[in-house]
């Protein structure tokens, strides 16, 4: 049997082949492969569990070999992999060796001292990156056999202790096979079966019928939900901004199997993979603190773990406050809004994470949060007003489809309810996922032109507001593609100059916080 286990590093990761080698000498452990000290110490670990779960570790010396050699081996994952290499090697499993000796198995666990087997993270991907070079088996942890079985890509063996796990290595073949083929099966049916657009249950607590007075931010959360459209809402302390962007999930549809599948190996490997949820379906919704670093944002460290844009991946980041946060936090977000991905490096290695989030922001006009407010009085000076937008530059906003000024209310009445305003986002994004298959906040030029054409009155139109508000080339893209969400909201096939003058209105503002208000 060639045993095989899982390195997580960034996205990617890389599989490990585990080798041992009985031979003369006094009795050690010998470790060679470029192990960390995790792994290290994952000898003693392991020794130690073979002797309580009832086995006799060899008196020979063992040799352990990880390869590739030349990349180093991080994190606790291996022991389980080393101690069935071990029993392997030995004469407890050594009669069915040549039984074996054709096919390769994934394993991973952590080992405590009793034999127990402890989960670990990155299951996810390891199970992606071994069936892709056509491993059919795999051992984890019982607490990881829902992550591994949900991908429905191998025979997923979940054991609670190394006693279980050697006994699996013996009867693989002839046992279990069958019968996990069919467990597999039973997945793949029941993962794939739901193609339409689907919304998690909300409760009262986070309605947006809770939301009252605020009747335009309301709309403009749902055309921003339709289209996958980045929003920023700007506006005085206790206006209501923050409260109905905290109940934006309460509107975004659920992930579909192809969507869900890279963020459930992105919360697989940061470790954030909840009891009961093997496949991610909810779509993320991160709100960081406003004291959040830039290797928080972005991602890095030593293992190069995701950062919040990429566990935001294919849902929503919501940056409260977000004049608080670091200027080089916000500036960083320029290049993956972009691009839909972000690429890290660490001492010669990089990886790519996906990052294509929706950017949700919550800011006051200004320092004192009073600038623009009808019935409130500005303290600040122009120049620490201007100083204070400076920290977003126009880049950033530029980047942003949907500016909304917020004030406060008189009306204690709601606009609608969750329930109601998913009618018409479940309308706009079946329409999308049919017409071309990706949201219209992210078509590209080209793709502008084939599925958003405007007729003579909407280009004259549009060609007034562009000269009015001095649209970028960029902006006027914006504007195109919110009419084009508008339309597919109403389930209009043509864009009507009503969706663009509505989507001018959101997106105008182009020349500074002068004429945001």
């Not at 942890?141 to 202790?161: C, D, F, R, W, Y």
């Not at 599925?451 to 007034?464: I, P, R, S, T, V």
Request: charged share 25%; with cysteine; proline share 4%.
């Amino acid at each position: 049997m060639n045993i095989v286990s899982f390195s997580p590093f960034g996205y990617e990761g890389f599989l490990v082949t585990v080798e041992v080698d009985l031979r003369r000498g006094i009795p050690a452990v010998d470790l060679v492969g470029l192990a960390d000290n995790a792994v290290k110490e994952a000898r003693e670990r392991m020794r130690a569990a073979i002797r309580n779960s009832g086995f006799e570790f060899p008196n020979e010396r063992v040799l352990i070999s990880l390869s590739p050699a030349d990349v180093k081996k991080e994190g606790a994952g291996f022991d389980l992999a080393i101690a069935l290499a071990v029993l392997l090697e030995q004469k407890n499993i050594k009669d069915d060796k040549e039984k074996f000796s054709l096919k390769k198995i994934l394993v991973m666990g952590e080992l405590e001292l009793s034999g127990k087997v402890r989960g670990v993270r990155g299951v996810n991907a390891a199970v992606s990156s071994a069936a892709e070079l056509g491993v059919k088996h795999c051992i984890v942890p019982i607490t990881n056999k829902e992550e591994a079985q949900v991908l429905g890509l191998m025979n997923v063996h979940g054991v609670e202790s190394l006693n279980e796990a050697s006994e699996i290595m013996v009867n693989i073949v002839e046992c279990l096979e069958k019968e996990d083929s069919k467990k597999s099966e039973d997945i793949n049916e029941k993962t794939n079966k739901d193609i339409e657009v689907e919304f998690s249950k909300s409760t009262k607590e986070n309605d947006m019928g809770e939301v009252l007075g605020q009747s335009q931010l309301v709309r403009a959360l749902q055309i921003a939900a339709s289209g996958f459209h980045n929003l920023i809402a700007y506006g005085s302390p206790g206006c209501g901004k923050s409260l109905a962007l905290q109940r934006f999930p309460s509107i975004m549809p659920n992930l579909t199997k192809e969507e869900a599948i890279p963020v459930t190996r992105i919360y697989s490997l940061a470790g954030l993979m909840k009891a009961g949820e093997p496949l991610i379906k909810t779509a993320p919704f991160r709100i960081p603190h406003q004291s959040a670093s830039l290797q928080g944002i972005i991602g890095g460290g030593k293992h190069c773990l995701p950062g919040e844009i990429s566990l935001a991946h294919n849902g929503a980041l919501f940056l409260d406050e977000a004049a608080e946060f670091r200027t080089s936090v916000l500036q960083a977000l320029r290049v993956p809004l972009e691009n839909g991905n972000v690429t890290l490096s660490r001492a010669g290695r990089h990886t790519v994470y996906p990052a294509n989030f929706q950017l949700l922001i919550a800011t006051n006009p200004c320092p004192c949060g009073n600038f623009g407010a009808p019935d409130k009085i500005c303290v600040c000076n122009s120049r620490a007003v201007e100083q204070y937008w400076k920290k977003f530059s126009s880049p950033l906003l530029d980047r942003i489809d949907i500016r909304v000024p917020v004030f406060s209310s008189k009306n204690r009445k709601p606009y609608k309810t969750s329930e109601e305003l998913r009618h018409d986002i479940a309308r706009a994004i079946s329409i999308q996922r049919s017409r071309q298959g990706k949201q219209n906040a992210l078509l590209l030029p080209e793709e502008i032109n084939y599925y958003c054409k405007l007729d003579q009155g909407c280009k004259d139109f549009m060609n007034e507001q562009v000269i009015k508000n001095g649209f970028s080339a960029r902006a006027i893209h914006s504007c195109i593609k919110l009419a084009r969400t508008i339309a597919d909201m109403a389930g209009s096939v043509a864009i009507r100059q009503e969706d663009l003058a509505e989507a001018v209105e959101l997106r105008k503002n182009e020349g500074g916080i002068d004429i945001m208000f």
